[in-house]
């Protein structure tokens, strides 16, 4: 949905990311349901929204049924996460609150009978006169009302009390079929926590802020070191771009000259080939030429450690070493299930704007679709690579992917992953057999913008690195994998 003229006062949620997903922050004086299995991050996600307004000198409340206040704040303190100046109202069935006077008591055990404790909490509310509260969870107060109507009718009249004040309440629920519709309607915003598994990881909706809106869709969520950290999905608008011809040079002739000169700035190249090909010291030469001059490139590795890459690349002559030593070259390696699309995105994104990144290699797509989290849903993660290039490219940062096809031999589709569309460039490698010996030719397919050599070159590996030769003539076929000379012209 798109965003408001901004109307209504908000407050920051206090979870990086969160605020964008809620076109700028939580409501002033509403009322939010934050819904999610146990375990998916709610009472983390409110305790940060209490230290946002702890930070912002507002005064918090923080009421509780299933742990103790000492509890809460450990494992807040634990995040790194302090709520000590807050308020707490513990209204468990076994604690203190029930039995004694203390510092959080608002009602008296003969009141808990009538079962109204909302209409108790409100009178300690305007004791303290809190500008945020949580309330985890609120289904705590469900159970002590007689009938669901009575439920409803506690709970609006708690929520225009509320606005009256301009207080903002965050309340968690677990998800229940019985009671979510009702509480949906009742909240002025929803924000749905999910966790299905290591595969799929955390993941975050907000399908409902009243008179603001949101950022619809799923977005990437994860909880880190100092709390939950939400990551959106968004593509920049691609009217921003503007296209800078430049090249980028991989420093052999006779590659270079079968490009037209090099790769564009700005643009998507896909390189494919066979496993064992040479993808991977094709692409890494375009890195250490760009970054020896003057270029900063980034290398995302899903497929190799960073010890191979370097110890692979030194080995063919390449200073992988001192390029980044000087900071002119980074290399990322993705751990298997370590990350959503989302926080890759932001991570490569945030990597390219700190130190001026301009080539991009992802090394490979199909260990990209492996490693991510989410990567039984092959739809949805070619939508978010697909975003993150074009951002990338939006800002004129050029793109490398790395396609590994099944066959050794023949070319019966230009990649294998059904990423086709997304290259402005298609550069293959591949094997082919002349009289019963394997040899290698690389070739370009596409090229958006410029001339390119139509003829592939023979190419091979040596310790010296890539030896690019002569354009392949006097055969026929040689895209199929098997030249043959007899039909040549």
Known sequence: MYPSDRRFGQRPSGVPGLDSLLNGGFVDGRLYLVIGPPGSGKTLLGTQFLRAGLDADETVLFIHSEESAPDLRANAANLGIDIDD????DVGPESDFF??????????????????????????????????????????????????????????????????????????????????????????GVVVLSHDGEKAGRRIRVPKHRGVGQQDGSHGMEIREHGVEVYPTGVDD???????????????????????????????????????????TTATQFLAN?????QPGLACLFEESIETFVHRSETFGLPISRLREEGSLFIEEVGALSLSPEEFAHQVRAKVRDHGIELVVIDGISGYKSAIKGGENDVELRRRLRA???????????????????????FPQPTSESVSYLADNIVFENYIEVEGELQRVVGVLKKRVGGFETVPRRFRITADG??????????????????DRSGAQ
């Open 86 to 89: 807050a308020e707490f109202l």
């Open 99 to 188: 039995t004694e006077s203390g510092s959080y008591d608002v009602v008296s055990p003969g009141d808990i009978e009538d079962g109204y404790l909302i209409s108790d909490i409100r009178r300690e509310i305007e004791a303290v006169d809190p500008d945020r509260i949580l309330i985890d969870p609120i289904t705590h107060f469900q159970y002590l009302e007689p009938t669901e109507y009575q439920f409803r009718k506690r709970l609006i009249s708690f929520a225009r009390f509320l606005k009256d004040r301009g207080t903002t309440v965050l309340a968690t629920k677990t998800p229940s079929e019985d009671t979510d519709t009702q509480l949906k309607s009742l909240s002025d």
């Open 238 to 280: 691609p009217s921003e771009r503007q296209f800078e011809p430049t090249q980028f040079a991989s420093g052999i002739t006779e590659l270079d000259a079968l490009l037209g000169g090099g790769i564009e700035r700005g643009t998507v190249t896909i390189l494919s080939g066979p496993a064992g090909i040479g993808k991977s």
């Open 290 to 294: 760009a970054a020896a001059n003057g």
């Open 388 to 410: 993150l290039i074009q951002r990338l490219v939006g800002a004129n940062t050029s793109v490398v992917l790395i396609d590994q096809r099944r066959e050794v031999t023949g």
């Open 466 to 483: 890539l030896e690019v030769g002569d354009p392949v003539s006097g055969m026929h076929g040689v895209f199929k994998g098997i030249p």
